[in-house]
């Protein structure tokens, strides 16, 4: 007998929607934090619409801002703007808010079923043909019949399986900037993407209420000075009256790299873990969103009221995400080179233009 059905590692996106997803399957399921909530995490919070419907409980009272007008540069040159009005328009969230608020959604509709246990570090122990079993704080051991690894970029679970052995990371910094009112009021239904302001990169600047900017740099590859870009960006971008403080902070990106296996028998990947992240834009949060829904449903087809077995439950995972998340990840990695090596202006023209290809849209 295991201590619980399933052991969900990590409460960002991915690990949150899937204890969600698994609340009322009346699995006992246990979410195992390093941190504790509300934890920080950089991000610009800029998810498309749709995304909502991703999630199975109403997300306004964490929603930040919703920004009906994307701007679009190509190196501060080129003007863009793209309208996507009413529910279509990107959402934006505060990270602290948005994961810790879907955690509590969680443990609310579980019933009991559900339960969070924060400062645990947990370190993957092993997987046998019954169980999967995780120590916490380096003394004590807790076993479930499946473990979803939701542990982000560097995650732990991921390389003691030797899953994803070739990871590819972009670096992305952000700054949270406080500015005046004025400055806020302005600009605070714009969200502004410079595409190409930095050599294989790309700069932001997501409004978030109340008064906060949400302004960062993107690197698709390691030998940039991010600080420095970040700092040419700001300046060129935002009037410095305008900025009463700002905190920097910095993060590695996992790109998406083709159909790879996630999963193995018990354990199953999901979001930054299992590299769900669009590989031009960076975009990351709808996928940890699906993903941790899609190990959600592998769980429940293969080990619910059925008695069915639950050896499957990793191909099915796999298949499901194979179908569902990496047929498009698939098709902007064909981007990826187009747009940050080989001929960014062309993709630009193309695609951009045409709006083939934006991120933060559906
Ligand atoms: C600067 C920056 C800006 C970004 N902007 C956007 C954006 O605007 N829109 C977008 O869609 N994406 C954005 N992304 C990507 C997005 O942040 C990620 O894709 C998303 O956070 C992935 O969610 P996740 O749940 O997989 O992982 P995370 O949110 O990273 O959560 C992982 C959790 O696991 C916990 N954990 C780690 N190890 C352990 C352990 N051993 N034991 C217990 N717990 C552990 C961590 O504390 C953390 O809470 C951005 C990324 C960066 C770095």
Redesign the pocket.
């Given at each position: 007998m295991t201590d619980f059905d399933v052991i969900i590692?990590?409460?960002?996106?991915?690990?949150?929607n899937a204890a969600l997803e698994l609340a009322d399957t009346g699995l006992r399921t246990l979410i195992?934090?390093?941190?504790e909530l509300p934890?920080n995490?950089?991000?610009?919070?800029?998810?498309p619409g749709s995304?909502q419907n991703l999630v199975d409980v109403d997300i306004s009272p964490v929603i930040a801002n919703r920004t009906p007008v994307i701007k679009l540069y190509n190196n501060y040159d080129d003007e863009l703007h793209l309208s996507s009005p009413g529910e279509n328009a990107p959402v934006?969230v505060r990270?602290n808010e948005f994961?810790h608020y879907l955690i509590k959604q969680a443990i609310e509709k579980g019933n009991g079923a559900v339960v969070l246990r924060e400062n645990?570090?947990?370190?993957l122990e092993n997987e046998t043909d019954f169980a999967v079993n995780v120590s916490v704080n380096e003394h004590e051991v807790i076993t479930a019949k499946l473990l979803i690894a939701?542990?982000?970029?560097?995650?732990?679970?991921a390389s003691k399986l030797g899953l994803l052995p070739h990871r590819k990371f972009a670096?992305?910094?952000?700054s949270e900037i406080v500015t005046t009112h004025a400055h806020y009021q302005a600009h605070s239904d714009v969200m502004l993407m410079n595409l190409f302001c930095l050599r294989h990169g790309y700069g932001?600047i997501?409004p978030k209420e109340p008064n906060t900017l949400?302004c960062?740099v993107?690197v698709w590859g390691n030998h940039i000075k991010l600080r420095n870009e970040l700092k040419l960006f700001i300046e060129r971008s935002i009037p410095k009256s305008a900025i009463a403080s700002e905190e920097k902070?910095?993060?590695?990106?996992p790109i998406y790299q083709g159909y790879e296996a996630i999963s193995t028998q018990r354990v199953l990947l999901?979001?930054?873990?299992?590299a769900?992240?669009?590989p031009v834009?960076?975009?990351?949060?709808?996928?940890?969103l699906h993903?941790?829904k899609l190990a959600a449903a592998a769980i429940t087809r293969n080990l619910g009221d059925s008695g069915a077995s639950h050896t499957t439950v990793g191909g099915t995972y796999q298949k499901l995400v194979d179908n569902e998340i990496g047929v498009d990840l698939l098709r902007k990695l064909k981007f990826d080179s187009l747009a940050f090596r080989a001929s960014p202006d062309y993709f630009y023209n193309t695609f951009v233009k045409s709006q083939k290809n934006l991120p933060?849209t559906d």
């Open positions: 590692v990590g409460s960002g996106p991915a690990g949150g195992l934090e390093k941190s934890r995490k950089p991000c610009g919070g800029a998810m995304a934006l990270r994961d645990c570090k947990v370190v939701a542990d982000g970029a560097n995650s732990r679970i670096a992305a910094l952000e932001w997501f949400s960062g993107g902070q910095g993060w590695p990106i999901v979001g930054d873990a299992a769900l992240v669009d834009s960076g975009e990351g949060i709808r996928y940890a993903s941790g933060y």
